[in-house]
């Protein structure tokens, strides 16, 4: 009974000389599979995290609040006129975190959480009064985008018999009498993608905006006047949408552009007509009232 175990033994002390004597050898490959790896965690080094908004792992989060201009495709536009790109899964509530009935609108207040990492708002929090501010506005500048992809424009290229110079070019619009007073216009371009707050006029009286901007003699581009939104985009004398205006850019200093908009695309149909102005010490009643009144 004791000769199996002779045997394993004497089987056991061939393998242990043949390792002494180097006569039994591994290939070097299988040694280093086995040499040990240091463990590392995923959450080694966790970035910091806010406690009512989850940013991407790249970044830290900085809040800049400010009054809403416009919300659409993606973007949000404070009245600084500048457009911010949007987390699809942004998180949108109110000042304290909980959820809200407000909508990102025109004139809302909100307090956007940036994650710095990669430039987008992954937090919206909304509010009918200012917020406190935590991030200066230069902090977030630099995540400001535009809304369409950057490239060269062959419109913008100097044309035969333009010089490319630069022109100051002064839009001019009268808008309808029934335009609410605190509404602001807007001049939206083809080369601005589109977006119906690109260029924000200056209200020169109750019924005239302006505009001022510097092109390049030779540029050909179409424009509409809005509102703030396509829904309240001009519309023609009969009501009914009109094409874009047409503009070319012509060899001199400056150049000055005339419009009238005639309804809005949002417009009541029963809402008081102002006539040309709005009431004044000189001129109490400026409406228009019916015959023989």
Do not use: C
Not at 60 to 82: A, C, E, H, I, P
Not at 140 to 154: D, K
Not at 203 to 215: E, V
């Amino acid at each position: 009974m004791n000769n199996p175990v002779r045997l394993v033994f004497a089987l056991l002390g061939a393998v242990a000389l043949a390792l002494g004597t180097g006569a039994l050898q591994f290939p070097s490959s299988a040694l280093q599979a086995a040499t040990p790896v240091p463990y590392r965690s995923a959450f080694e080094t966790p970035p910091p995290l806010s406690a009512t908004a989850t940013p991407s792992p790249s970044g830290r989060v900085v809040r800049y609040s400010g009054q809403l201009l416009d919300f659409q495709k993606g973007f949000v536009f404070f009245t600084t006129g500048d457009g911010f790109r949007i987390s699809p899964d942004a998180k949108i509530d109110d000042a304290a975190g909980g959820p809200t009935t407000l909508k990102p609108q025109t004139r809302v207040y909100a307090r956007a959480a940036f994650d710095t990492g990669n430039g987008a708002i992954v937090e919206l929090a909304l509010s009918t009064k200012p917020l406190p501010n935590e991030a200066s506005y230069q902090e977030i500048q630099r995540f400001a985008v535009t809304l369409s992809t950057e490239a060269p424009n062959p419109e913008l290229a100097p044309r035969e018999g333009f010089s490319g110079r630069d022109v100051l070019v002064t839009f001019t619009v009268q808008v309808p009498p029934r335009t609410p007073f605190t509404d602001t216009v807007y001049l939206a371009t083809d080369i601005s993608g589109w977006s119906a707050t690109a260029i924000r006029m200056d209200r020169i009286d109750a019924l005239h905006y302006k505009i001022t901007q510097t092109f390049k003699s030779g540029t050909k581009f179409l424009y509409r006047y809005t509102r703030g939104s396509w829904q309240s985009a001009e519309r023609g004398q009969n009501g009914l949408e009109v094409p874009p205006r047409q503009f070319l850019v012509r060899n001199s200093d400056t150049q000055n552009v005339d419009n009238v908009v005639y309804h809005w695309g949002d417009e009541q149909s029963n809402a008081p007509d102002l006539g040309n102005s709005v009431p004044t010490p000189y001129q109490p009643i400026p409406f228009k009232t019916p015959p023989h009144r």
